[in-house]
């Protein structure tokens, strides 16, 4: 039985005001959505990076105090997102960006597997959980395309089973596209891959801002997001779980090789940034106090927000999709049932996505419009991703108002 008993609904009042962009001026009367592309960062992120830069901006982890609070405040923020997807502290690690870890992930593969060997990447992925891998192809590896529905963008898991075999080792996939919207059945796919002998590789960039996932739960080898995108920091954060973390050749120096949290960071780290990261869970913290939630373990904390941010999102979501539908003029790449799908809506319209974003400004709408480095995936549904789409994508602050002024605004520029 779950321990979140106390569910109620997500007090969106309380939320906003944990938003310093919320009440700045110069951000006032215009509707944020393009939070796919980075989300507003809460104010426990804006405090810690604060508190960092004027009081232990130095080289963390000596005795004197400012280092030592500099070094504990980035064990902290390692420790508590671990705790909160279900992983040990060491198989969490930071890096500049979620495409530069896979960029190092994908070398480290590069180094263990051999000639003939076969990999399984799909053409729904932002191009950071797919170029890199694709590369592997001039060392000999074998790569294989699990390939999307050309009307719908859907990745269909009867599709990837006929991909497996003895020779696939590595299946990379996204938990939720920044295109689609759809929400992939990560835990029945890492089952898949498993079965068949293969590791996973998650990019949940486009998932972990509607809830952090249990990695653990999940059984995934390998999950990536990013902070910024979750109200945090610029950062990439990865969970590599130990067993194939310490199997992969080491990336970092080679005197670091018996760390697994520096295995696959060869960058020197950014201190403040991941000190600050721990605000990301003070706020899903406040969140679970707030709400009355009785869950005890980081992990049912982490499902008692998710739940809480989805509820709200889903209930926002529906009517727009159901509003995009219903327009001849616009095309809604992914599914039109809010439940299966993340808040992040690409329409292919006929005029180019960038000029229709440009037009919602006017209208109070933050908006973003091109191909979102999802270049694969609009080509395989079709789309010219010269044309691009218009993406509008929110988060579980967004209110009910936002909502009803975007379509207002669509109303006006479709
Ligand atoms: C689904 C998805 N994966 C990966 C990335 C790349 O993340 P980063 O900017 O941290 O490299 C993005 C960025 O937009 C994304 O949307």
Redesign the pocket.
Known sequence: MKQNQKSKALDIDFVRAQFPAFSEPSLQGQAFFEN???SYTCQPVIDRLFRFYHQRKVQPYSAYEASRLGGEEMDEAQARLAAWMGVETDEVSFG???????YVLSQAFRQMLKIGDAIIVTNQ?????TGPWRRLADSGIEVREWQVDPETGHLDVADLQNLLGDKVKLVCF?H???IVGEINPAAEIVTIAHEAGALVCV?G??YAPHGLPNVGALGADIY?F?A??TYGP?Q?IMAIRRELGMALPNQGHYFNADHLDKRFTPAGPDHAQIAASAGMVDYFESLCAHHGSDAITPVAKSEFVHDLMRAHETQLLQPLLDFVSAKNSARLIGPRDASGRAPTVAIVLKERGEDVAARLKDHGIMAGGGD???VRVLKAVGENPDHGVLRVSFVHYTHQDEVSKLLNALDTVL
Do not use: I, R, W
């Open positions: 796919a592309g980075g500049p960006s979620t495409t530069q870890n896979t992925d932002h191009e950071a959980n996204p939720c596209s920044n990019d960039v486009s990536l990013s910024y995108k610029h990439g979102f480095y999802g």
